[in-house]
């Protein structure tokens, strides 16, 4: 079972929300919201948690209790945890819709009750988490065959390089905390300076397939 987050400025949204998905995703339900007053707070409850995914409310700021709104949450996520599986669930589509870019992602919670938009709800969001950690997978196997073929004595051809680098560029946007490797190494040392920095990331970046 995959473990979703819920963030929701309302507690009677959040205890409805709970009731709903509690039999089909190990809930992590924010509660207390002082725990997410700023966007970086809100990353770390998702990466201490080990969520799979995160559901929102659109108008986080209607009450005042937090300060961004869902596509704000939408944006920054997209920034600094890249393919990450967020869905906004709220009674303002509209609204959200015309902030968003990806209308896959905005649901309507006056819908959920049903029982055939919820199961199709859950299936999205089960089908989003799979491709993620397929994503991810499949960018970590690619780096590391470069990397051991890195370590012959035929080494890498020029393209086989920038495709190495390219890659490690990618596995930064998805995770930077879990890769030693910042953009802006990546982009001014060769590949190999950085080959042991490199190989630290491999272990770190497990956690995430």
């Not at 409850?45 to 995914?53: C, F, K, Q, R």
């Not at 590391?144 to 930064?172: P, R, V, Y």
């Not at 930077?176 to 590949?191: D, F, G, H, M, R």
């Amino acid at each position: 079972m995959y473990k979703l987050g819920y963030l929701d400025d309302d507690k009677g949204n959040r205890t409805s929300f709970a009731r709903q998905f509690e039999k089909d995703f190990d809930l992590h339900v924010v509660e207390d919201l002082n725990e997410v007053k700023s966007l970086e707070d809100l990353m770390d409850v998702v990466e201490n948690e080990s969520l799979d995914a995160l559901a929102i409310d659109f108008q986080l700021a209607a009450s005042g209790d937090i300060p961004y709104n869902g596509d704000e949450v939408v944006e920054y996520f997209n920034k600094h945890k890249k393919y990450f599986p967020v869905f906004m669930v709220t009674s303002f589509v509209s609204d959200a819709l015309n902030r968003m870019y990806d209308v896959y992602l905005v649901n309507d919670k006056e819908n959920v009750e049903n029982d055939e938009y919820r199961g199709q709800l859950i299936l999205n969001v089960n089908n989003s988490i799979v491709a993620y950690q397929r994503r991810v997978s499949a960018i970590q196997d690619k780096a590391m065959a470069l990397e051991e073929k890195q370590k012959t004595n035929d080494g890498l051809t020029f393209e086989e390089e920038q495709d190495l680098l390219n890659l490690h560029l990618e596995l930064n946007a998805i995770d930077p905390k879990a890769n030693p490797v910042s953009a802006e190494q990546l982009q001014t040392k060769s590949l190999k300076e950085l080959q042991e920095l490199v190989q630290n990331s491999r272990e770190l970046l497990k956690s995430l397939s």
